[in-house]
């Protein structure tokens, strides 16, 4: 899915987001049971956004959606998205920087879709990610088979123990590998 550097360019952002992508990884499926109505959610290494703006739709008016990616292309993506489909007040659209998120609100759930392979350091990232969950707050790590083998996701979900991240199930979700986490 990716070109052959760390980091998915933003010039294939129309392989992430396209319908046939949406049907493959359905967002009402994957994230329908854990997205409610009023929530603050976190979209990290949002890309063009195919979660966001469904995300947005799933925490309704007085939700939150933040999406944050380190690549201004994607983010300005997303805000065309996001303007198009009349969500502009619900997704706060925020570029990452090299070593922090950078978030100050706490949040219910986080998505990490097909992006912890990407970021450098894995356990600064995750401790951050841990630091911003409200208590019994969610995070879905999902990382794709093609790019993250067995063994490596295993390192990255120890990495998420030790910062004190609890699993709590493995969802099914096509081409992947995935790990749902509770603070
Ligand atoms: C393969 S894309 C996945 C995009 C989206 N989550 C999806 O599944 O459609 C990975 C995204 O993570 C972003 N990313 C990589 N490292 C990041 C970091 N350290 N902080 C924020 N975003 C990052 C990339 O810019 C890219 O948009």
Redesign the pocket.
């Known amino acids: ?2 070109e052959t550097s760390r ?2 360019s ?1 010039k294939i952002a129309h392989v ?2 396209n319908p046939i992508r949406r049907l493959i990884h359905n967002p009402q499926e994957i994230l329908g049971g854990h997205i409610k109505p009023g929530q603050t959610v976190l ?6 956004g ?2 966001s703006i469904a995300m947005a739709k799933m925490v309704g008016e007085s939700g939150r959606v933040i999406a ?4 201004e292309e ?1 983010l300005q993506i997303l805000r065309k998205k996001a303007a198009l489909h009349g969500l502009e007040s619900r997704i706060i659209i925020r570029k ?1 920087g090299p070593d922090r ?1 950078g978030l100050s609100e706490k949040v219910d759930f986080a998505l990490a ?3 912890v392979h ?2 450098p350091n894995a356990k600064d ?1 995750l401790k951050e990610i841990a630091s911003v969950l409200k208590p019994n707050g969610k995070l879905l790590i999902v990382e794709p088979k093609m790019h993250v083998s067995a063994d490596a996701f295993e390192k990255t979900m120890d990495i998420a123990r030790q910062v004190g991240l609890s699993p709590i199930s493995e969802p099914k979700i096509r081409f992947s590998r995935s790990k749902l986490f509770s603070r």
Do not use: H, K, R
């Open positions: 899915m990716c980091i998915c933003w992430l987001d979209d990290l290494g949002c890309g063009p195919t979660f944050v990616d380190i690549q994607m990452s998120i879709f097909y992006m990407e970021v990232f």
